[in-house]
């Protein structure tokens, strides 16, 4: 059996969730939209769904769009609050140079619009500064949309203190929550966040669904037109066994969030113990406390990170150069170099990502793997 | 109980839903991953790919997934719209179309694009010479649904795609929504440059939809990030929704003679109900030829639609007003006002619509079941 340590590209899907959505494949297939029964009873379902997702962000229902995923998500708070906030004359929005794709790249679509933007650097542990953001800051800017949680190295930024400083500028703070979604206490209410993108196969739920929290004074322009699904905001027939599936994995998520992050902290203590008992030599990237930790990514000097993933696959083990979404490209990630690590460390990173079934068992087998490799390939 | 809301969605084909649940138990990779559980889950999507790609006789690389029929006309429209702006402002559809058309156009139109809603004739026909005429050198797309999702009325797409080939340079766009898998369209046979389906329109699952884009075709992708579908469609493959739908294609193989059987039990319904009940109006081409055979569309004015329904569903039959997408509204239906209907006659029509499943008895039932129904209604408001 493979030992799968790749969740920050996706979860399995958990069997509670599946055993929820499956009611809603067979027998309440209606369309929500419908008025007879068929679709009351989903659109039930869905609300009931809402108010979950909700809930596991402390947010009120009614601030919730599902939407087919956390790109969509990304793309919708970023394009959707600049296109409607241009009309006021702002056109400036800030980001850092470590997000996902999903919102660097809507980013660059606004760039191709007419809009300025600004990439934040962060430091050698993936951090931006509170200094830089205060300084970026322009009678123009609309929206800072900067992660909770970094997928590829798992730094942590200071939500709260960047929130603070966007409210005291009247800017709205949009956070890419995807990869925290699950594994740091969230509550959207208390924290100064206007709007908040997650995903459900990142919590051991379906994939094609997520989610964009978004606060009520933040108002944005859709980006998808047709039905009045979603209150307009995000038309379209909705995934409605993604929808509940995604509304038990969040209530799952908050109900097992401690222990599911505390299982994460020991498998994490447990594989890099174990790296070290097998004496292999590793740097690991990102932050050493503020950080998720689900998301390990370690660098092996003189080695390549294309070979080692060979390896890696060889003997049974799903890890990941950075994100999924790029990996089909070996190109050194855009957050390693944002981080200005030495070239041998960017060009021998691997990330691992635990979940919920991995155990520790799997950790010293993975680690003694890794041990076999790096022999196998010094070598060589 | 009697389904007949398959234009609203479909009940999901038990294959298709063993395939999602295997595809979910066992398949969770991410396809954009590299190790062997993401090559899995890939293997699937470009299979899925293939699958869509044969029914529709084009190359697999000609087909994009999105999350349903909704984003695929967006994607479409706003794609081309971008793409090319700089050769020209000026769209050309109907005013018969789905909200997830029509509401891109009028986007779209607020961002100063010209568009041009053409006319349709009483079955709800838009004319290819109407098209034609309606040309102009700003004209960058077409955008023209094959099956009516209301009335049922099918559009002469085969004649407009000729007339549209003269100009190679415009593009054509085809809401395919609630004729794929049903009637044939073969896109390269009729010169149709993009066409969009949606899975749950033919007991597939929700979530998931497909564009044909011709190759050589460039258009501004809608959702931006990890570079999925070659950089036209980000995000996360939704794999299960994927696989599940490729069967739903396959399962429709089986389907030889869905539009005969329609037709002829449509036939004896309308005889039926026009014998039986009066006043009431048949919406789309009564001769059968220009319309779904699976779709029918009455008017029973006097009545409301809503009051219609929920009396149907009582007798335990289940069928729409008005498409699912805008039956919240109390406004009387777009698409049956440009067919000439008057606002009574709109607000009084409901929408019968078979699926795969479908039987004759249901479709009889149905029929028994408004003969019940409908003279009590006409007494209460005294239509006669
Ligand atoms: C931080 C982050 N944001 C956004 C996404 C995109 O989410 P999805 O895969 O649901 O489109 C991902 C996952 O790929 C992610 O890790
Ligand atoms: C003609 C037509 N186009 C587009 C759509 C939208 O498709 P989806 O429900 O998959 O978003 C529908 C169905 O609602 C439709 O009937």
Not at chain 1, 146 to 170: C, D, F, H, L, W
Not at chain 1, 202 to 227: D, M, Q, W
Not at chain 2, 207 to 223: H, Q
Request: net charge neutral; hydrophobic share 40%; proline share 5%.
């Amino acid at each position: 059996m493979a030992i799968y340590l790749d969740h920050a590209a996706t979860t399995p899907l958990d069997p509670r969730v599946r055993e929820v959505m499956l009611p809603y494949l067979t027998d309440f297939f209606g369309n929500p939209s419908s008025i007879h029964r068929f679709g009351r009873e989903v659109r039930q379902a869905i609300d009931r769904a809402r108010m979950q997702v909700a809930d596991a962000l402390q947010a009120d229902p009614s601030r919730i769009v599902f939407t087919s995923g956390g790109t969509e998500a990304d793309n919708l708070a970023i394009i959707g609050v600049a296109a409607w906030y241009k009309e006021q004359g702002k056109n400036h929005v800030i980001t850092s140079q470590i997000e996902h794709h999903a919102v660097l790249d809507a980013c660059k679509y606004l760039e191709r619009e007419g809009f300025q933007v600004t990439y934040l650097p962060v430091d050698s542990q993936g951090m931006i500064r509170l200094a830089d953001l205060q300084q970026a800051i322009t009678p123009q800017t609309s929206l800072i949309s900067i992660m909770y949680g970094n997928n590829e190295v798992g730094t942590i930024q200071p939500i709260q203190e960047i929130g603070e400083i966007a409210r005291s500028k009247g800017v709205l703070f949009h956070t890419d929550a995807v990869q925290a979604f699950g594994m740091e206490e969230i509550n959207v209410e208390q924290l100064p966040v206007d709007l908040m993108t997650v995903s459900a196969h990142k919590i051991n739920g379906p994939k094609g669904v997520g989610a964009l929290y978004f606060s009520k004074n933040v108002h944005l322009l859709p980006r998808v037109f047709g039905g009045a699904q979603e209150k307009r905001r995000r038309p379209g027939t909705e995934n409605v066994p993604g929808i509940v599936g995604f509304g038990k994995a969040a209530e799952i998520a908050k109900a097992e969030r401690t222990q599911h992050r505390e299982h994460m902290w020991h498998l994490r203590k447990r594989f890099l113990d174990e790296l070290t008992a097998q004496g292999v030599s590793f740097v690991v990237n990102g932050h050493p406390d503020l950080t998720l930790p689900h998301i390990c990514n370690i660098s092996f000097p003189g080695m390549e990170t294309e070979t080692l993933l060979i390896n890696f696959d060889l003997e049974g083990i799903a890890c990941s150069s950075s994100s999924a979404c790029t990996s089909g490209t070996l190109t050194v990630s855009h957050v390693l170099k944002a981080m200005r690590l030495p070239e041998e460390r960017t060009r021998s990173a691997v990330r691992f990502s635990f979940g919920k079934g991995n155990t520790e068992l799997e950790m010293e087998q993975a680690a003694e793997k890794t041990a076999k490799i790096i022999r196998r390939l010094t070598t060589s | 109980m009697i389904y007949l809301d398959n234009s609203a969605t479909t009940k999901t084909h038990p294959d298709v839903i063993s395939v999602m649940t295997d595809v979910m138990n066992n398949i969770y990779g991410n396809p954009s991953s590299l190790h062997g559980l993401g090559v899995k889950a890939e293997r699937l999507v470009e299979q899925a790919r293939r699958v869509i790609a044969k029914k529709l006789d084009c190359h697999p690389s000609e087909i994009l997934f999105t999350s349903g029929g909704t984003e695929a006309n967006n994607l479409a429209i706003k794609g081309v719209a971008d793409q090319l702006q700089s050769r020209g402002r000026h769209l050309i559809t109907t005013s018969v179309e789905h909200p997830s058309v029509f509401e891109v156009m009028k986007q779209l139109e607020e961002k100063g694009w010209k568009v041009t809603y053409l006319p349709v004739d009483s079955w709800g026909r838009v004319s290819p010479d109407a098209v034609e005429k309606a040309l102009t050198d700003e004209t960058v797309l077409v955008s023209i649904m094959h099956v009516n999702n209301e009335v049922g009325t099918i559009q002469p797409i085969h004649e407009i795609g000729q007339r549209l080939a003269k100009y190679p340079k415009i593009l054509f766009h085809v809401d395919a929504v609630q004729s794929f898998a049903k009637i044939p369209l073969k896109p390269k046979q009729a010169g149709i440059d993009l066409l969009s389906v949606s899975a749950h329109k033919f007991h597939g699952p929700k979530g998931i939809g497909a564009l044909y884009i011709r190759k050589n075709v460039e258009i501004t992708p809608l959702l931006v990030g990890g570079g999925q579908e070659r950089g036209f469609r980000s995000g996360t493959h939704h794999v299960p929704g994927i696989a599940g739908m490729a069967k739903a294609v396959v399962l429709t193989e089986q389907q030889t003679n869905f539009l005969a059987r329609c037709q002829e039990w449509k036939e004896s319904f309308l005889d039926h109900i026009t014998s039986k009940l009066q006043p009431v109006l048949v919406n789309g081409d009564v001769t059968g030829e220009g319309t779904a055979p699976y779709i029918i569309s009455l008017s029973f004015p006097g009545l409301k639609s809503e009051v219609l329904v929920h009396a149907l569903e009582e007798e335990g039959v289940f069928v729409s007003s008005k498409s699912a997408c805008s039956s919240k509204l109390e406004t009387p239906s777009r698409v049956l006002k440009a067919m000439g209907r008057t606002d009574q006659e709109a607000l009084s029509s409901i929408r019968i619509s078979m699926g795969y499943d479908t039987t004759k008895e249901e479709i009889e039932q149905c029929a028994e079941a408004l003969i019940r129904v409908v003279p009590k209604l006409q007494q209460v408001v005294k239509v006669r």
